[in-house]
């Protein structure tokens, strides 16, 4: 068994050392493809029911993008509408949930390579919970530069 000296430069034994400083950060959690999700509250415009957005034409710019489909967790069931700044971009969910001041994130760690480097700001410690927090610059320009791969709803 390793000791706690031997441990002491692996990163998932080092949250503390990757904590950004302490300070409150207001969040909106957020439920797609049976997971929990988090975005910055100052990043989000509105939240609005999936069919009011697509079903009358109130959408501005492109279509809701699926959220869950993007990250790889399948086609969501999509009834609600997270609208970000300043209003281009939708990220189709399952569910919001609440908004919650959350004082601890984390830099992703090392294990992290891929594409979520790209999805993901950080993590945010809820209870007993590790939250991805979405990185919104790079959700925005997905929008804006690609079509959208749009969820249904069953």
Known sequence: MATAKENEGNSFFNLRKQTAPAT?????????GGSRFA?????????????????YGKLKGPLPLDFAFQVGLGRG????CVVL?????????SEVE????LPRLVALPRIFQGAER????????????????VRTDYWRSLAAAEEPVLGGRE
Do not use: M, N, Q
């Open 39 to 55: 975005v910055e509250a100052s990043e989000v415009r509105e939240v609005r029911d999936y069919d009011e957005g697509t079903t």
């Open 98 to 101: 609440r908004i919650a001041t």
């Open 85 to 93: 700044k300043p209003g281009e971009c939708w990220l189709g969910v």
């Open 77 to 80: 069931i999509l009834t609600r």
């Open 118 to 133: 790209h999805w993901y700001r950080g993590l945010l410690l809820l209870e007993d919970e590790v939250v991805p927090l």
């Open 24 to 32: 409150t950060l207001p969040v909106i959690l957020f439920s797609a």
